[in-house]
C-alpha cells in the first residue's frame, strides 16, 4: 500500500499511537539481568522487546581467527521466530547478517579492542518481540551490556532513528509508520563526541529533510543516552547498597 492511501498523521498533527512528531516511543531500560553472561541488558521500545548478553573479551577459537594486535567484535542479531506476526523462519538469513555486521562495526568504533589482543569480544543481540526500530533497539541494548561487562570503551554507543511519514520528518517510526512512511534514517552515535557510528537510509529524502532528520535522530539518541547511563547507575547503586561491591 501506499504512504497516500493510509494517512499516519491526523489534522491535529497526532501519529497513530497519539505521539506528537519529535516524540519517542516509550523505553525501559535494565542493566544486569543475566548472571551467567559477563553483561546483560534487556530493554523495551515501543512493542521491541531485547535481550543482550555479553561475554568476554576471551580467547578467540579457532586460533586462526585471532587478531594478534585486537580484539573482534563479533555481535549476532538474531529474532526469535515468535518475535513477528508471521512466524519468522529460525536462524540467520541475509537482513540479520546485515544487521549484525552493522552493528559489530558500530561497537568496533568505540570499544577499546587493542587492548585484548587474541580475543574475541561477542555480543549475542536476542530479539524476543519486534516492531520496527530493532536494530536501534539492540545497538543501543548492546552499549548498555558492553558497559555492564566492565569492557573499556570511549563512550557507550548509541542508536534512534527518525524518518519521514506522510511528507514530514518525524522521530522513531513505529511499525505501520515504517511499513507505510516515506523513509527510514537509523543512526547511532557515540554520545560524547556526536561522531556517527551507524547510519543507513530506507526510502528517500531530500537533502534538507535528510539534515532534519539527522539531527532529531541525534536528539533523540541523547535523550536515550540518559536513560542508559541511569539503568547503569540503578544496577550499580543496588550492587553497592547490598554490599556486593566494595
Ligand atoms: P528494524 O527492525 O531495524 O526497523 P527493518 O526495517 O528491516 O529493521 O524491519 C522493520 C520491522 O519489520 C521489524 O522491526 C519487524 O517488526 C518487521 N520484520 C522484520 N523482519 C521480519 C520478518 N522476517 N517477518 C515479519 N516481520 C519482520
Not at 511528507?167 to 513505529?174: A, I, N, S
Amino acid at each position: 500500500m501506499k504512504s497516500e492511501e493510509i494517512k499516519l498523521i491526523d489534522s491535529n498533527g497526532k501519529r497513530l499511537d497519539g505521539r506528537g512528531p519529535l516524540d519517542l516511543r516509550k523505553i525501559k531500560i535494565e542493566a544486569g539481568v543475566l548472571h551467567r553472561a559477563d553483561g546483560s541488558c534487556y530493554l523495551e521500545w515501543g512493542g521491541n522487546k531485547i535481550l543482550v548478553a555479553v561475554y568476554g573479551p576471551r580467547e578467540a577459537i579457532p586460533k586462526h581467527i585471532q587478531d594478534q594486535v585486537k580484539a573482534l567484535v563479533n555481535a549476532r542479531y538474531n529474532m526469535a521466530s515468535f518475535s513477528v506476526e508471521d512466524r519468522k523462519r529460525p536462524g540467520p538469513d541475509r537482513r540479520s547478517r546485515e544487521i549484525s555486521k552493522v552493528i559489530s562495526e558500530a561497537l568496533e568504533r568505540v570499544i577499546l579492542t587493542e587492548q585484548f589482543p587474541r580475543t574475541t569480544i561477542d555480543v549475542n543481540i536476542e530479539v524476543l518481540d519486534a516492531e520496527a526500530g530493532t536494530r536501534c533497539a539492540g545497538l543501543t541494548a548492546a552499549g548498555v551490556a558492553l558497559a555492564d561487562a566492565g569492557i573499556p570503551m570511549t563512550d557507550i554507543p548509541v542508536a534512534c532513528a527518525a524518518g519521514k511519514i506522510d511528507g514530514q520528518v518525524v522521530l522513531d517510526l513505529g511499525k505501520e509508520e515504517d511499513n507505510y512512511g516515506d523513509a527510514d534514517l537509523p543512526v547511532a552515535i557515540a554520545p560524547r563526541t556526536d561522531e556517527i557510528i551507524l547510519l543507513q537510509m530506507d526510502g528517500h529524502l531530500t537533502i534538507e529533510e535528510f539534515d532534519k532528520a539527522l539531527d532529531l535522530a541525534i536528539k533523540g539518541c541523547h535523550i536515550i543516552s540518559k536513560l542508559q547511563r541511569k539503568a547503569l547507575l540503578d544496577r550499580y547503586q543496588s550492587l553497592i547498597e547490598g554490599g556486593d561491591i566494595e
